[in-house]
């Protein structure tokens, strides 16, 4: 039988064209420009702290040099009776980790027992309390939530010890502190459960992560085997680690610097970082030495930006955050590790500058997942240059420590970087791809109003470059702060606001992004008060227009929100404030669009505009504006009024009758965009 023939018929042969597969099949396109990765954040909650420090104690098969580091939490114990060290100790560790962890800090205030809070800090202790704090904090943050495990070995025998299991265990020490015993790490895992993340402060601490995830594959190997029949381990993928050293590496032990460099450098960055830029500094230049009672006392406060410590505080977030951008290149490791979670996108911050800091003693820190170094990326000598511009001024200053705060700008670090990104922008043409490293620095400046109308304005040149600019943007995690700014909008950036939020619209049509603008009823009013704001442009109320009918469109629990904010009201306003044909165009096709949207399945907006009488007053009188975008608008918005209507009623009839009379009109309208919309409705 011939395929171009149906045969059915008996005798007559119809020739059938068009008839295979590739034209039968339903065509489905590509709905969103950009695609989205549906993310689950964890919230980390909790942390166990074991200290195992054993002052004065140096453990077996464990050689330390003279003079050596000491210094814990920037205790020196040394200094102190025995029991206040200690307590000293824990009370610093506690402190730094609760703030760290903002939900904690909320819950330990509601136990009066140190035993039941969301943080337990047990130090020189015995197996039994390291699971009675793991069980503890695990059922009070519960098995959704993400726990911190912080191990500091430095009073402990080495992982590599074979007593150890090679790796397989941890050391802590009995009831009565005078002998070593261990505590597996298949039991650890088992009460502490996953989602967590572990700190491994200690010798050979890469090792502890290697038997962790080796330890975590024997539990899935076991779970396949064994028919499935509970809930998966994931172990390996669920639980993050940061560990102070590789497998065959020792702690370093330079007396310049606290034992627990690492832990420092996670919990207390600035104040790291100025010891060890000192310390570097202080060999090639003899004036330094001037400084060394700043390091522990710089004027102001971190909260502060107009003072020094707030300043060299901003900066070395600003420089961390953006190393950690380029880590990958995907971005869906940075989201993860960064963006998703608070306290460990500062944890994982923190180990970027132990990365540094720790290879300078020749020791390589490590991580799960891994991330590469950055210890030599040159955006650390903007940070260098920044630290010696505040340092220098306060040596030349003469200021003395106890003074609170030193108000204005000393390092030009923010002024260089946007610059640099402003050269970038213009070297390269419209439609090229640019270098994005500086967007986490632009979200830092964001947050200052003295960079912020110049930092938007680059912002919206960055968007230019269309669904690249706009995914990298998004990627960055800036848009919270950009919706935040809708909550307070200064009348000096409203015009870039509502550019930016246009162009993310319209490129990224998530609902995920559009939750963002109508969860907060300060983020929606902003775009519904615009449109009938006499000191905006015509072109920037049109934007707020549009803005608002891509949040409306396809999502009747948008509509209902909109509805809820007398859009329908408003949009007949804007209208009527354009019936002149002498006005701009662009408002009322936005406009017309957006009503459009709102009666899209939607019967109640579609009475709310007939209440309003906006269909005869105004829509159907756009059929004959002499702009064919407009005729366009308002063909669409009837085609859609009459797909929406379902309930029989006179009254609706009788307005669809008139609608369709009037369209009628415009089948020989010379237009063909016009008949095209036409056909299609």
């Avoid at 170094?373 to 040159?378: E, F």
């Amino acid at each position: 039988m011939d395929p171009l023939y149906n045969d059915d018929d008996g005798e007559h042969r119809i020739r059938v064209l068009f008839n295979d597969p590739i034209h039968k099949e339903e065509i489905v396109g590509n709905k969103n420009i950009i695609t989205q990765i549906e993310e689950t954040k964890v919230r980390t909650n909790g942390a166990v702290i074991i200290i195992i420090s054993m002052i004065g104690i140096i453990p077996p098969e464990k050689q330390r040099i003279t003079p050596c580091a000491v210094k814990e939490t920037w205790v020196d114990p040394t200094q102190l009776d025995l029991t206040k060290a200690k307590n000293r100790i824990k009370e610093n560790l506690k402190r730094q980790f609760t703030s760290i962890l903002p939900q904690a800090q909320k819950k330990i205030s509601r136990y009066n027992d140190r035993d039941r809070g969301p943080i337990r800090v047990e130090m020189d202790c015995a197996p039994n309390k390291v699971f009675s704090a793991c069980d503890q904090v695990r059922k009070n943050v519960g098995k959704a939530s993400r726990v911190i495990f912080y191990y500091n070995g430095h009073g402990a025998m080495s992982c590599a010890h074979p007593s150890s299991e090679n790796g397989r265990s941890i050391w802590v020490v009995n009831g009565t502190i005078m002998h070593y015993t261990v505590v597996s790490l298949t039991n650890l895992m088992e009460r502490l459960e996953a989602p967590a993340l572990y700190i491994w402060d200690c010798d050979n601490a890469g090792l502890i992560v290697q038997r962790f995830n080796e330890i975590a594959r024997e539990k899935k190997e076991i779970w396949k085997n064994a028919g499935r029949d509970t809930p998966e381990p994931r172990f390996e993928e669920e639980c993050l680690h940061l560990a102070a050293c590789s497998k065959d590496q020792v702690l370093p032990q330079n007396p310049e610097m606290p034992a627990d460099m690492y832990t420092s450098c996670l919990t207390s960055t600035v104040k790291t970082a100025l010891h060890y830029w000192f310390h570097q500094q202080k060999i090639t230049n003899i004036h330094i030495i001037d400084c060394i009672e700043y390091l522990d006392n710089i004027p102001g406060k971190y909260s502060a930006r107009s003072t020094m410590a707030g300043e060299l505080d901003w900066v070395l977030t600003a420089v961390l955050d953006t190393l950690a951008w380029q880590i990958e290149p995907d971005y869906d490791r940075f989201k993860e590790l960064f963006r998703n979670c608070k306290p460990v996108g500062l944890l994982f911050r923190g180990h970027i500058l132990a990365d540094r800091v720790m290879r300078a003693y020749n020791v390589a820190p490590v991580t799960h997942p891994r991330l590469p170094s950055l210890a030599g990326h040159p955006l650390w000598r903007s940070w260098d240059l920044a630290l010696d511009s505040i340092m220098t001024e306060l040596s030349l200053r003469k200021i003395r420590p106890s003074r609170p705060a030193l108000h204005g700008q000393i390092s030009t670090f923010f002024f260089d970087q946007l610059t640099e990104f402003k050269v970038n922008l213009t070297q390269y043409g419209k439609h090229d791809k640019v270098d994005s490293r500086q967007l986490p620095v632009l979200l830092q400046m964001l947050m200052s109003a003295q960079y912020r109308t110049e930092t938007l304005e680059l912002v919206g040149k960055f968007l230019d470059r269309g669904p690249y600019a706009v995914q990298k943007f998004l990627d960055v995690g800036i848009l919270p702060y950009i919706r935040q700014l809708l909550t307070t909008p200064s009348r000096d950036y409203k015009y870039i606001m509502v550019l930016i939020w246009a162009k993310i619209l319209a490129t990224d049509r998530r609902h995920s992004t559009a939750d963002v603008v109508l969860n907060q009823p300060e983020c929606r009013r902003f775009f519904v008060n615009m449109l009938n704001d006499p000191d905006m442009r015509l072109q920037t109320r049109a934007m707020s227009c549009f803005c608002l009918s891509i949040l409306a469109k396809n999502s009747q629990k948008n509509q209902e929100i909109l509805l809820g904010e007398n859009l329908i009201k408003e949009l007949d306003d804007c209208l009527m404030d354009m019936s002149s044909p002498n006005k701009s165009s662009k408002l009322q096709n936005c406009a017309v669009l957006c009503l459009a949207n709102l009666w899209d399945r939607n019967e109640k907006a579609l009475w709310a505009s007939v209440r309003a009488n906006t269909i005869d007053n105004h829509v159907i009188k756009l059929l004959d504006h002499p702009h064919p975008e407009t005729r366009t608008s308002a063909v669409y918005a009837l085609g859609t009024f009459l797909n929406t209507r379902r309930k029989e009623s006179d009254h609706g009839e009788s307005i669809e009758h008139r609608i369709a009379s009037n369209l009628l009109k415009t089948c020989g309208d010379g237009s063909p965009l016009v008949r095209k919309v036409q056909g299609l409705q």
